[in-house]
């Protein structure tokens, strides 16, 4: 049974920093592409961060670069978010996705970050 399992969000200040992890079980996890999504109300899902199988490279939509570091763990079959200097517009649910072309696409639950003084 597929299972990820997202943690680490909450309430942060702006210009705080939470670490959101993405615990994962069920599939072969160092032959998936990892990514970070999230949702804010009203809006559509965006991609935020993007990390790949083998060499680790990276790719962030503009609106976090410099400020999210998304990082993989093979070992622990899980991946994570730094997020720094936070603010108000980054409020929204964070979620989990595997992919793996063409068709392998798993999504975790979700988790609330919110942003606020």
């Known amino acids: 049974q597929v299972q990820l399992v997202e943690s680490g969000g909450g309430l942060a200040q702006p210009g705080g920093s939470l670490r959101l992890s993405c615990a994962t079980s069920g599939f072969t996890f160092s032959n998936y592409a990892m990514n970070w999504y999230r949702q804010a109300p009203g809006m559509e899902r965006e991609l935020v961060a993007h990390i790949n199988t083998r060499t680790g490279s990276t790719n962030y939509a503009d609106s976090v670069k410099v400020r999210f570091t998304i990082s993989r763990d093979n070992a622990k079959n899980t991946v994570y978010l730094q997020m720094n200097s936070l603010k108000p517009e980054d409020t929204a649910v964070y979620y989990c996705?595997?992919?793996?072309?063409?068709?392998?696409?798993?999504w975790g639950q979700g988790t609330q970050v919110t942003v606020s003084s």
């Open positions: 996705n595997a992919n793996r072309w063409p068709s392998n696409n798993y």
